[in-house]
């Protein structure tokens, strides 16, 4: 039996816009960095790698859809780049601080991105 909360999110990332999408992979990417916060402190390891795992993830496949003919795209890959590479030494570690650093840098991205994404959804409705 299909599960309806799932089949919904299946729905919703094949009828996103691209500029949706984005805002769905961090909003993903915080979700399962706050889950694997919380496994750390619990000292459960197991779920805290697969969580950070899931985290690396998303960065990895918002690192790939860049668009490299774009001065911020560079800018993009080497911050993704950089969170890559600090969700590592936090999983290795296990390091609380690491994983409070990523989530602060994909907060500013999330809401960066958010804003951007409502003023291309007003110039797409004043275009109509």
Do not use: C, H
């Amino acid at each position: 039996m299909v599960n309806p909360y799932q089949q919904y999110q299946e729905n919703q990332v094949m009828t996103a816009p691209p500029e949706r999408l984005v805002l769905m992979l961090y909003e993903g990417a915080l979700r399962f960095l706050r889950l694997a916060k919380k496994a750390v402190e619990e000292k459960n390891y197991a779920d805290a790698n697969n969580y950070i795992v899931r985290v690396e993830d998303i960065i990895m496949e918002l690192n790939m859809s860049l668009d490299m003919n774009y001065e911020l795209s560079k800018n993009l890959r080497s911050l993704y780049n950089f969170i890559y590479e600090k969700l590592i030494e936090a999983n290795i570690k296990k390091d609380l601080s690491k994983l409070e650093e990523v989530e602060g840098l994909l907060e500013g991205l999330k809401e960066a991105w958010q804003g951007a994404y409502v003023e291309v959804m007003k110039a797409k409705k004043t275009a109509l």
